[in-house]
């Protein structure tokens, strides 16, 4: 038995998924005649709130679209220190944009209201243009950290006032709606454009989805055309979407129930310094300084448990889909012989 936990990616998709694929309609997407994949743009946009959804192959692409859209050249993002479209997208943002990062010191990939206002370039012409705020929810290198909605609801006021564009990272908004028990309308309400992801905690192979308003979003799918995304009989990937939406979302919560009791093991370890506090499904710990953090994953992987380094000592389990009531407890008995 192999305990992947890694990431919530390395989910397959399952029977059921599969059968769903199987049985999807599909036609010429490029002609926006796939009636699969314009059923799920209809559908997230919808629970959002939002007037258009545009499909993706990958959450990446998702965000980089979002970043040309509310940006010229020369502009400026702010955005967390943790932030994944500054640090896990490949320098896209002055790649593909030609923009730059500002970044806040956060908590979590978390930060404030305040902090954004005081990120804001003056509007002399020798800075860059701020033009947009970019919140992620949860926070992947954050440890599937949850944002207070109150400072949300802060920040969208700054941007008001600041004439800002609002991006939402939500990879993992999943989660947080099930954790948080809040609704997807809530964030559509707030934000300018939303990217999710279907290939995380949903376990679908491959997809992604932007939402916004006709306005902004009336660019997306020429964007989307020159980043290369552009698909064809992509339904059978949208099938997969329209499947998880309907049985993969509410268990999220097993996902977030399993990943608090491996903290609670691992609190208790000698060779632990420290766990972050688990709210989705995301354990972050650091080791003591004498534990080798190679050798560390190492012995694990030996025992057939994969888990990465986060780099700075420390170290990443996420919960998914794929791993089962056995592999749990197979871990929390390896965890508790440590
Ligand atoms: C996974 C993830 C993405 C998208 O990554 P892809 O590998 O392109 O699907 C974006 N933002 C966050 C926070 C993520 O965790």
Known sequence: MT??????????????????????????????????INKLEVKVAKMFGKERALFFPSGTMANQTALKLHTKPGDQVICDKYAHIYNYESGGASFNSGISCKLIDGVRG???????????????????KTSLVEVENTTNKGGGACWDFDEIIKIN??????????????ARIWNALVAKNETAMQYGNLFDTISVCFSKGLGCPVGSILVGNSEIMNDAIRIRKIFGGNMRQAGYLAAAGLYALQY?????????????????????LSVIKHVEPIETNIVIFELIDDVDEKLFVKQL??????????????????THLDYTDAMHNKLIEVINLI
């Open 3 to 36: 305990i992947d936990l890694r990431s919530d990616t390395v989910t397959k998709p399952s029977k059921g998924m599969l059968d769903a694929m199987m049985q999807a309609k599909v036609g010429d997407d490029v002609f926006r005649e796939d009636e699969t």
């Open 110 to 128: 978390m930060f404030t209201a305040k902090q954004v206002e005081e990120a804001i370039n003056p509007d002399a012409y020798y800075y860059s």
């Open 157 to 170: 006021e700054v941007c008001k006032n600041n004439n800002l564009g609002y991006h939402l990272d939500g």
């Open 248 to 268: 993969n979302l509410d268990r999220l919560k097993e996902d977030h129930k399993r990943a608090k009791e491996i903290g609670e093991k691992l609190t208790n």
């Open 301 to 318: 992987a030996d025992k057939n448990i994969h888990i990465i380094s986060m780099g700075g000592r420390k170290l990443r389990m996420v």
